[in-house]
């Protein structure tokens, strides 16, 4: 199966001459990223990221097979306290203890000594926002991503101090990642197929 083309169908793509791609489908959404996985028969990934694990329930609901590894290090950063994040934590293990994750209590770069390179069919970054921690993110989680599984991230949008659209437009131009795309939603998401 061409991944690429599946994509085009599932997210009702159009030819443009700039990069990246958005899908035609109304609402489209990284709700239909998480059917896309599950689609694909995808049957490991790692979010990067997790907080209160609305997506990774989300990304479990649509693929009852996957196994999800949830990484956060759910530790104080700016105004969110470490008894904040300890509710973030514990909301984290009671809803998703029905579904086969494991929940790794760390940052992504010390995290990345868990994972063999090239053993993830996907990974959805959604950690630290900035420039320097985007690129850092895209480029050692990319690693763990085997050829014709899916690099993708959340929150492709300006905003005061993100750097994720420079980070994610500068590695898909210098690696010339040629097809990529990007959904609909209010807090859109990023994703292309590794080659």
């Known amino acids: 199966m061409d991944i690429n083309q599946h994509i085009w169908t599932k997210f009702h793509i159009k030819k443009r001459d700039t990069l990246p791609f958005f899908p035609w ?3 489209a959404s990284r709700q239909h990223l998480a059917e896309l996985f599950a689609e694909l028969g995808y049957k ?4 990067i990221g997790v907080r209160m694990g609305k997506y990774s329930s989300a990304l479990l609901e649509c693929n009852p097979n996957l196994s999800l ?3 956060d290090p759910w530790a104080p950063y700016g105004n969110v306290t470490q008894e904040k994040q300890d509710r973030y934590f514990h909301h ?20 990345l000594k868990d994972v063999q390179d090239g053993t993830l069919d996907f990974v959805y970054i959604d950690g630290l926002h900035d420039f320097d921690n985007v690129m850092r993110d895209i480029i050692e989680w990319s690693k763990k991503v085997r050829p014709g599984g899916i690099v993708s ?7 005061f101090r993100y750097g994720i659209i420079p980070a994610v437009d500068t590695y898909t131009r210098v690696h010339n990642i040629t097809q990529w795309y990007v959904t609909r939603d209010e807090a859109p998401s990023y994703f292309w197929v590794k080659q």
């Open 44 to 47: 490991i990934g790692a979010e």
């Open 69 to 71: 590894i949830c990484i």
């Open 25 to 27: 489908l109304e609402g």
């Open 92 to 111: 984290c293990q009671k809803i998703l203890s029905i579904y086969k994750t494991t929940l790794v209590k760390k940052t992504s770069m010390e995290a």
């Open 153 to 159: 991230g959340h929150d492709y949008r300006q905003f």
